[in-house]
């Protein structure tokens, strides 16, 4: 009875770690790193390596929208100067896609009917 009582227990620390280390993981694949402008396409790159392309030719370049303190997130990441995913204004109700690392130039443009909020290292 003894024995079954440690084996559970050890099976559930070993479940509770492992799905903070998935949880963890996660996190750290949608983090910014950079995005640039190169043979015609926009770059972003996160931490973890994953490569978001995009045609230029595809964008439309726009104003840059006031990002104000009433953003939310819908879908996304944000740790610190890091945000990453889809958000939204609060008081306009306007949808955003931010890809923002705290560093570069900050542009906007839409793709695909979604206005993208970008820093970039170069263009």
């Known amino acids: ?19 903070t280390l998935i949880s963890i993981a996660l996190v750290i ?18 931490k973890f390596g994953t490569e978001y392309i995009i045609p230029e030719l595809d964008v439309t370049y726009v104003n840059l929208p006031t990002i104000l303190p009433s953003m939310t997130r819908i879908n996304g990441t944000s740790i610190g100067k890091y ?8 008081q306009t109700m306007e949808k955003y896609y931010l890809f923002i ?6 542009r906007s443009f839409i793709y695909n009917d979604e206005i993208y909020i970008v820093d970039f290292i170069k263009y």
């Open 83 to 90: 945000h990453s995913g889809h958000f939204q204004d609060k």
């Open 29 to 46: 694949s949608t983090i910014p790193k950079e995005a640039y402008i190169e043979d015609g396409n926009i770059i972003m790159k996160t």
């Open 1 to 19: 009875m003894r024995s079954k009582t440690i084996l559970i227990i050890i099976i559930g620390i070993a479940f509770a770690l492992l799905t």
């Open 101 to 106: 690392y705290g560093s570069g130039t900050r």
